[in-house]
């Protein structure tokens, strides 16, 4: 009786597949949680206010999230808005028990961070999140492929505690960098743009979009004549060491390949 339920359900899901999960580069559904930690520049604050309205309306149009699969979590909202521990604990949570090996999770940070010892901390309203915390958190997910991407100074420090098989991790700076880095002002709109389609595959893969982002910043540095602050790199074949060229996975036989494959949302319809 049970297995003719189940039975029934799947067949049913199958035929009830909506449109734009048709267009899905993924068989499955896509989560995505969103946390921006406190930050007391407000120039700053405004430029990573903008990083999660512009990746937020990625992710609903270009990837057809769900909104009851998408949660943006932000310091000062009420309780359940909020952008603290225990809420992000209960979203990646209750995320995780709804999800399958064949969907996808997207975890962004966007804010403030710091080292003690070697442990990155996310700056958050109440106690800070660790390295250590999100990836307890994070193992819960049963998703076959997951994209982490940290937006925040000291990114790199946590590439070793959230290496694993499946997930691609983008860190925006070494676990050196202090400086709250522009990372996110370029990857999320470089993920949207048709032009960061250099293989013209027809689709923007993170790899794609981290190559297009990297090049930005460097520019951007040198066109001010000043020296970068801020180097990204990633980390996705669960080593726990991320590089700084994964576009060159193919020559060094490092990081990058699962990031070539990474792809959110076709570019053309
Ligand atoms: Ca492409
Ligand atoms: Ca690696």
Request: hydrophobic letters at 40%; aromatic letters at 8%; charged letters at 20%.
């Amino acid at each position: 009786m049970i297995v003719k339920s189940i039975a029934l359900i799947v067949t049913i899901a199958s035929f009830s597949v909506p449109a734009a999960a048709l267009k899905s580069p993924s068989p499955g559904d896509t989560y995505a949680l969103i946390v921006t930690g406190i930050g007391k520049d407000p120039e700053d604050r405004l430029a990573r206010d903008q990083i999660v309205r512009d990746f937020r309306a990625y992710l609903l149009e270009k990837v057809a999230v769900r909104p009851n699969r998408l949660t943006v979590l932000v310091p000062g909202a009420d309780a359940a808005g909020a952008s603290t521990a225990d809420r992000i604990a209960e979203t990646i949570h209750t995320y995780a028990s709804a999800m399958s090996p064949a969907d996808r999770f997207v975890f962004y940070y966007t804010g403030q961070a710091n080292v003690v010892g070697d442990t990155l901390r996310f700056n958050l309203p109440g106690p800070d999140v660790t390295q250590e915390e999100l990836a307890r958190w994070l193992a819960g997910a049963q998703a076959g492929t997951q994209l982490v991407v940290l937006d925040c100074p000291y990114a790199a420090a946590a590439a070793k505690a959230l290496a694993r098989p499946g997930r691609v991790v983008v860190l925006a700076s070494t676990e050196k960098q202090a400086y709250s880095p522009r990372f996110g002002m370029h990857f999320v709109p470089a993920l949207a743009r048709a032009e960061s389609d250099t293989n013209h595959d027809g689709n923007v893969s993170v790899l794609e979009a981290f190559t297009a982002t990297a090049r930005e910043i460097e520019q951007w540095y040198q066109q001010r004549q000043l020296l970068p602050t801020e180097t990204p790199s990633i980390e996705d074949n669960s080593d726990g060491r991320p590089v700084e060229r994964p576009w060159r996975y193919e020559q060094d036989g490092g990081d990058g390949r699962l990031a070539a494959g990474l792809v959110l949302a076709w570019v053309k319809p």
